[in-house]
């Protein structure tokens, strides 16, 4: 990366651009000079449920009463029939893979972690959920049964996770 900051730097006064030349096709490529951290606040107050439902271990979504229309991750309001008379439900924890992907080149904030697999898997209950696989992902296939468990990453705190049935 430095040297492609450096080169950008050196570009900089001939085309203007921080741009470097791409080794493979010659190309053009920008190359960004900030250094990016980001930190946030978001408030949880209407979906604080949801993470009282981790704590013990429960993956808890919103029903709209009056559509019947189920969201995970939980909604404060139904973003489909614009209601906001939602109830709380806990999902089955188990569902069907449909597909996943091992992230190699990771952002800044995952960078002290190995390379990681993340799935998406459809729940029993008709809901979508992205989440890390846990295990092996060249053990694993789209159409195989998984679970979702609570667990805590290695900042200590809790996540879900999709797991491979065993069986």
Not at 81 to 91: G, H, R
């Amino acid at each position: 990366m430095d040297d492609l900051r450096k080169a950008a730097e050196t570009n900089i006064k001939e085309y203007g651009f921080p741009v470097a030349i791409d080794e493979k096709s010659g190309a053009l490529q920008w190359v960004d000079m900030r250094d990016l951290h980001l930190k946030y606040v978001i408030s949880i107050e209407n979906i604080q449920n949801f993470y009282e439902g981790l704590r013990e271990g429960k993956l808890l979504a919103t029903k709209c009463k009056k559509c019947g229309e189920l969201f995970f991750p939980p909604q404060k309001d139904c973003p489909k029939c614009m209601d906001d008379d939602m109830e709380w439900v806990e999902l089955k924890n188990e569902g069907v893979l449909e597909t996943l992907t091992v992230i190699f080149v990771r952002p800044p904030s995952f960078a002290s972690y190995d390379p990681y697999t993340v799935a998406i898997a459809r729940l029993d209950d008709g809901v979508k959920i992205t989440a890390w696989l846990k295990g092996d992902p060249q053990k694993v296939r789209p159409g195989q049964r998984v679970k979702v468990e609570v667990s805590k990453r290695k900042e200590g705190y809790l996540m879900y996770e999709i797991v491979p049935v065993e069986g």
